[in-house]
């Protein structure tokens, strides 16, 4: 079996998360199932720091306020396979700054990489600053994954990595817990071959440069958007979802999709 291990950059995540709870989850707290994201990875490393504490604030406001995260890092330290390193921070110029953080990822990441301990190394991660990283990585003969938020990594750090995994809402909602999970339904992504697919009462209402025509219905209680798809010939991908504006969401997240703000009224099979 290959020996896989996985790292993340607790910051990078937390962000993420931060952004999917946003668009998707009315900016609900959501919670991460360490265990699923581990996956199939032997060991896993989660760094992070604990936040500096504020001007004028007290023993008393400051231990409150990270007591969440001081939890969250005992918990993760808790799971099997998994263990937490943590940096430090400060409050420079009104920007909180962490340390020693990065440099604990790269030291890790190249000693497990020098030492044969691992066979691939899948990180989470966004920040440009990783790029020598990966790049000595890669050199080094090391197989490296890197799974990034798309809407805030460097275009330079995801062609640094061997295998590149958005971070998109569908990979985020299959790490997420089960309580977090039960906040929404995910749309369902189908594919169909064209002869087989009803068309009835459809309308188109957007055109792509890649897909061409866009088509919406709506099949009882769901939305449905669909599309030819470019890479199989007499073939449709479809995407149902019982909310339009998650629909509509996820569409231009994952597809590049614009669909109109409002939910077309035509269109009901």
């Not at 896993?44 to 001081?70: C, G, H, N, S, W």
């Not at 010939?233 to 409002?262: A, G, M, Q, S």
Request: charged residues 30%; proline residues 4%; contains cysteine.
């Amino acid at each position: 079996m290959e020996v896989k291990y996985l790292f993340i950059d607790g910051g990078c995540l937390r962000a993420t998360l931060k952004k999917v709870s946003e668009r998707y989850f009315d900016g609900r707290e959501l919670r991460i199932n360490f265990t699923q994201l581990r996956g199939n990875h032997i060991k896993a490393f989660y760094y992070d720091a604990i936040p500096a504490m504020k001007p004028k604030e007290t023993e008393l406001e400051y231990t409150k306020r990270v007591q969440p995260r001081v939890e969250l890092h005992n918990h993760i330290a808790t799971l099997a396979g998994f263990h937490v390193y943590e940096g430090d921070s400060r409050i420079r110029r009104n920007q909180v700054q962490q340390k020693e953080v990065d440099v604990m990822i790269a030291v890790d990441m190249l000693t497990h990489t020098f030492r044969g301990n691992m066979e691939r190394a899948t990180f989470i991660a966004s920040d440009i600053d990783f790029k020598p990283l990966l790049d000595a990585l890669v050199r080094e003969g090391m197989f490296v994954q890197l799974m990034y938020p798309p809407s805030d990594t460097n275009q330079a750090l995801i062609n640094a990595a061997d295998a590149r995994t958005p971070l998109a809402i569908d990979t985020i909602y299959g790490v997420l817990d089960r309580e977090s999970q039960a906040l929404l339904t995910l749309p369902s992504r189908n594919q169909w071959t064209a002869h087989d697919f009803d068309h009835t009462g459809s309308v188109e209402i957007a055109r792509h440069e890649t897909y061409g025509e866009v088509r919406y219905r709506r099949v009882a209680e769901e939305h449905s958007v669909y599309w030819a798809s470019p890479t199989q010939f007499d073939h449709i991908l479809e995407v149902r979802c019982p909310n339009y504006e998650t629909i509509r969401k996820y569409v231009e997240d994952l597809y590049l999709i614009r669909l109109p703000d409002d939910e077309p009224r035509e269109a009901l099979v």
